[in-house]
């Protein structure tokens, strides 16, 4: 006979994918969950960043690490899961069923160390230590990826400066787009009790880096100043580009939860990490950073920073989120 999860196990499941990245922690995500047909995601399109995002990618790739959080979160109570993405093709915004089929007796250690991550991973944004990223662990990640459906490259050399200069170039033509400004400054402005967007707790100050530094998206709002004496070391910091074989919405699903299983698997590692957006949502910069970096039968979705943080970095505070109440339908 098979057993039905029960109202707060579904909840406390949702609770766990909430906790998912996404592009300026807008969110985008609902949720229905029955203790008879399991978890629905449905994408928000209230929250969908149009300037930032004007093709709605950072929010497929957002719900899809919400997608993964919540499977793994259920995994490590000993369920197992079927999942259907993109299950109705007369509604776009629902992006996936997932259903139950039974509770196993044993949990699977893997899931529980990546469930054990979920509160603990962070967006860092500052400048990582000198301590390199042992070649061991990058094959770990990219493993991850590649379980997931994606693919991770490593860029490094003359490469990884390529694409910093792509970095920079993205932020650049962005901070020209009419409307970017200001919805920025929006998501980066949150009234304290707001649930979402970006804290300046979460946010860097700008200020002097060193040559082969990572920029990041440019704040409105002032930031975390980080030790002076952090730029004393290099930043050795890993960039990789997260890639798909095909940019249908289902490939980009998969490329979100790929993201979440190597962000959770590198903070289980004790790796700091940093998904950016940016320059893949600018079309000239996303094709260069194909064509050049990744090959041109590869679809980019993100670029991730993994490293070491600083030793004597502050702990960065958990981004803010919204109620559950707010974002689950009554579970029946």
Request: overall charge negative; hydrophobic content about 45%.
């Given at each position: 006979t098979s057993?039905?999860?029960d109202a707060a196990t579904l909840r406390g499941a949702v609770a766990s994918a909430i906790r998912a990245p996404s592009v300026y922690n807008s969110q985008p995500w609902r949720w229905r969950a029955?203790?008879?047909?399991?978890?629905?995601?449905?994408a928000d399109p209230n929250?969908?960043?149009?300037t930032t995002d004007p093709d709605g990618r950072d929010l497929l790739l957002s719900c899809g690490a919400a997608l993964h959080h919540l499977t793994v979160a259920l995994a490590a109570l000993g369920w197992t899961t079927r999942v259907a993405r993109l299950p109705d093709p007369e509604n776009l915004h629902h992006l996936a069923r997932v259903s139950l089929p039974a509770r196993t007796g044993t949990v699977d250690p893997e899931a529980a160390r990546l469930a054990e991550a979920i509160p603990r991973r962070r967006t860092d944004r500052g400048r990582f230590g000198p301590q390199p990223v042992p070649a061991h662990l990058l094959d770990t990640l990219v493993a991850q990826a590649d379980a997931h459906g994606a693919r991770l490259h490593v860029v490094s050399g003359t490469a990884r400066r390529r694409l910093i200069s792509l970095i920079a170039e993205s932020a650049s033509l962005q901070q020209q787009q009419l409307g970017y400004a200001a919805e920025a400054a929006r998501w980066t402005g949150r009234h304290t009790g707001s649930g979402d967007g970006i804290?300046?707790?979460?946010l860097v100050a700008p200020g002097v880096g060193r040559s082969g530094d990572v920029p990041m998206r440019p704040s409105p709002r002032p930031g975390v100043a980080r030790p002076t004496h952090?730029?004393?070391?290099?930043d050795a910091s890993v960039l990789a580009v997260l890639t798909t074989a095909s940019d249908e919405r289902?490939?980009?699903?998969?490329?979100?939860e790929a993201t979440s299983a190597v962000l959770l698997t590198a903070t289980a590692h004790g790796l700091a990490s940093t998904p950016l957006s940016q320059p893949l949502e600018v079309a000239g910069t996303r094709?260069?950073?194909?064509?050049?970096l990744v090959g041109a039968d590869r679809f980019a979705q993100l670029v991730l920073r993994v490293g070491r943080a600083f030793p004597d970095a502050p702990e960065l505070p958990p981004s803010p989120r919204r109620p559950l109440r707010?974002?689950?339908?009554?579970v029946s």
């Open positions: 057993i039905s999860a029955s203790t008879s047909d399991g978890i629905d995601l449905f929250r969908h960043l149009i804290r300046p707790a979460n952090a730029l004393e070391h290099d289902g490939a980009v699903l998969r490329a979100g094709t260069a950073i194909g064509t050049e707010s974002v689950l339908a009554p």
